[in-house]
């Protein structure tokens, strides 16, 4: 869940499977690009390295 967004109208909306199915297609696929995507979201960290350190000290307890 991203938090404090900036109020806005949204313009476009375009629905997707399942979160779980694209988790299951992820790990037998080892798609990368999906597994960086979905932390990105998970994590509502605007680049790849705050949001590993993001997702590493929640791992760790600290987040």
Sequence with gaps: MIADLPAGEEIA????????????D????????????VGLAASGKPDLVQS???????LRGQG
């Design 52 to 58: 590993g350190a993001a997702m590493t000290a929640w």
């Design 26 to 37: 992820m790990m037998e696929y080892s798609n990368n690009l999906t597994a960086e995507i």
């Design 13 to 24: 909306r375009r629905p997707s499977r399942p979160l779980r199915v694209i988790l299951r």
